[in-house]
T-cell receptor, first 111, second 114 residues
Framework: SQQGEEDPQALSIQEGENATMNCSYKTSINNLQWYRQNSGRGLVHLILIRSNEREKHSGRLRVTLDTSKKSSSLLITASRAADTASYFCATDGQGAQKLVFGQGTRLTINP | DVKVTQSSRYLVKRTGEKVFLECVQDMDHENMFWYRQDPGLGLRLIYFSYDVKMKEKGDIPEGYSVSREKKERFSLILESASTNQTSMYLC?????????????FGPGTRLTVL
């Protein structure tokens, strides 16, 4: 059963602009994570936000979590060509050891 | 840095062959996972292991089996490969330390079954 759904499926912006991706999920969670995947490679963990947190920052990344709406957003500020990748949100069920990933947002940064 | 390695980046096999995909992690993690990734379907969990010799089915275990004889190694086995198992296979590991839920991924194996 799919837990996370990302929106949009694809996003293309100019270098220097901000990129926002959204994730919705269905059941209660302990935390929500965002991962990045460069083309043909494995996933790399970016940031984790716990269910009792509303916002978290890491460098140019800003993640928000709204548990009442069961949604999260990932903002990448001042985008760079190297940010071109697919971005996935992943959620865990409370007490579960496994994560459920969404289908991802493919982000393209145009120079 | 956590390192998760997979035995092959690219693999081509024929229908009916037995296929072994190996994954090794060097951080003494208890949990290990196998996913497959297909366009439009995202990552789907095949099997996971929460400790040595322990395994649990994920969402799509049919046609696959796994082996975890040593803590650092988690193998995915396709008993009789079929063309619908052509996919990207990703291995991941995770510690069970409290407050740490991050999964660390290998580079992936792109398997083609002819």
């Amino acid at each position: 059963s799919q837990q996370g759904e990302e929106d949009p499926q694809a996003l293309s912006i100019q270098e220097g602009e901000n990129a926002t991706m959204n994730c919705s999920y269905k059941t209660s969670i302990n935390n929500l994570q965002w991962y990045r995947q460069n083309s043909g490679r494995g996933l790399v963990h970016l940031i984790l936000i716990r269910s009792n947190e509303r916002e978290k920052h890491s460098g140019r990344l800003r993640v928000t979590l709204d548990t009442s709406k069961k949604s999260s957003s990932l903002l990448i500020t001042a985008s760079r060509a190297a940010d071109t990748a697919s971005y996935f949100c992943a959620t865990d069920g409370q007490g579960a050891q496994k994560l459920v990933f969404g289908q991802g947002t493919r982000l393209t940064i145009n120079p | 840095d956590v390192k998760v390695t997979q035995s092959s980046r690219y693999l081509v096999k024929r229908t009916g062959e037995k296929v072994f995909l190996e994954c090794v992690q060097d951080m003494d993690h208890e949990n290990m996972f196998w996913y497959r990734q297909d366009p439009g379907l995202g990552l789907r969990l095949i099997y996971f292991s929460y400790d040595v010799k322990m395994k649990e089915k994920g969402d799509i275990p049919e046609g696959y089996s796994v082996s975890r004889e040593k803590k650092e190694r988690f193998s995915l086995i396709l008993e009789s490969a079929s063309t619908n198992q052509t996919s990207m296979y990703l291995c991941a590991s995770r510690t069970t330390d409290r407050g740490t839920d991050t999964q660390y991924f290998g580079p992936g194996t792109r398997l083609t079954v002819l």
